[in-house]
């Protein structure tokens, strides 16, 4: 039996063991074999000696997270600690000399890709005109893309954000909304307007969009523009038909970058519509300047659940499509066995 004793006195104790110590409950749940004890900044931890060490080098990397940024997710804690069915620590490698910081939000907020698909997404857009960012919800599609286009308009590379969407219902009939246009449109945006909150002090933002450096529009506005010099982002893109979303990537300038991201298992188009992003995905392959990344419950970093989540979608998908077959064989067989008998 081994303890050790682990001082917190160069952070704030509450935000390592969160509100009614939720974040402490994660820990001790990470590490059932042990025996952990809190007594004010100090945690007591007793074991197996390889276990203890294995905590203590845990600790050690979230305390030394909260020193350097002051505020940890409990997602992010958990991940710091080791993920349940990899038992790898979600710790970002390079966090040392912060190659995975996108931009510096308002307070010193730090925006930074959390994943590996993420930072991949970041990487490949210095390279890239477009890219294709598809993956499930919560996987940071959207997120990582606003923050790189605040990146590139901060750093000067682009003159303007252009931010769209299709305003598509996702199932909902909104009816008829009253107010004008931006009224009107502003609930099918709204995720958007959240990430430059995130990322932007509220005046700055007010300014950039009053003079239109940022400008947020439904994919329907796009048609007849050239958008050049700005940092061009279309959002939900697997609600565009084939049509849109051709007529979007042909507006893009010469000097533009532009990321589309999408979910394409979760396609709002009326069942006489086909979405266009999986074509666009499928035959915009192999060319110079455009980039494919696929992100996947891996790289979900809302709620721990919503990885699992997306897997029970996923696996109850697969059971359908099986099923589909397997009454298509039967219909088939049938058709085979009246045409014998005949």
């Known amino acids: 039996m081994t303890e050790a004793i682990i001082n917190l006195e160069t952070i704030n104790p509450i935000e390592f063991f969160g509100v009614n110590n939720s974040k402490f409950d994660i820990l001790k749940k990470k590490f059932p074999l042990l025996k952990i004890l809190s007594r004010g900044s100090q945690i007591k931890l007793s074991g197996q000696p390889d276990e203890v060490e294995n905590a203590q080098t845990r600790i050690s990397q979230v305390i030394k997270y909260l020193e350097r940024n002051g505020h940890l997710s409990e997602n992010y804690f958990s991940e710091i600690l080791g993920d349940d069915e990899t038992g790898e620590s979600a710790i970002i490698k390079d966090d040392a000399n912060n190659n995975d910081i996108l931009v510096f939000g308002p307070n010193g907020k730090v925006i930074r890709a959390k994943t590996q698909n993420q930072k991949l997404l970041a990487s490949v857009s210095e390279k890239n005109d477009i890219i294709f960012a598809i993956g499930p919800a919560g996987t940071g599609k959207t997120y990582t893309a606003v923050a790189l286009a605040v990146r590139a308009l901060k750093n000067k590379a682009v003159r303007k954000i252009i931010l769209t969407r299709p305003a598509v219902e996702a199932g909902e009939s909104l009816g008829f909304l009253p107010g004008d246009l931006k009224e009107k449109i502003d609930p099918y945006l709204r995720p958007l307007y959240d990430a430059l909150d995130d990322m932007i002090p509220s005046d700055k933002l007010n300014y950039y969009m009053a003079n239109r450096i940022i400008e947020i529009a439904p994919l329907a506005y796009m048609r007849g523009r050239t958008l050049d010099n700005s940092f061009i982002i279309l959002d939900e ?27 394409l298992t979760q396609i709002d188009l009326p069942k006489n519509q086909r979405s266009g992003l999986a074509k666009a995905n499928r035959i915009l392959q192999n060319i110079e300047g455009i980039a494919h990344i696929h992100l996947d419950e891996s790289d979900v970093v809302r709620h721990r659940l919503v990885k699992h989540i997306i897997k029970a979608y996923d696996k109850e998908q697969e ?23 005949s």
């Open 237 to 263: 893109a697997q609600n565009a038909t084939d049509l849109q979303l051709k007529m979007f990537l042909t507006r893009i300038g010469a000097s533009a970058k532009a990321i589309i991201t999408g979910d």
């Open 319 to 341: 059971r359908e499509e099986e099923r589909e077959q397997e009454n298509k064989n039967q219909y088939r067989n049938l058709g085979t066995n009246k045409e014998k008998e």
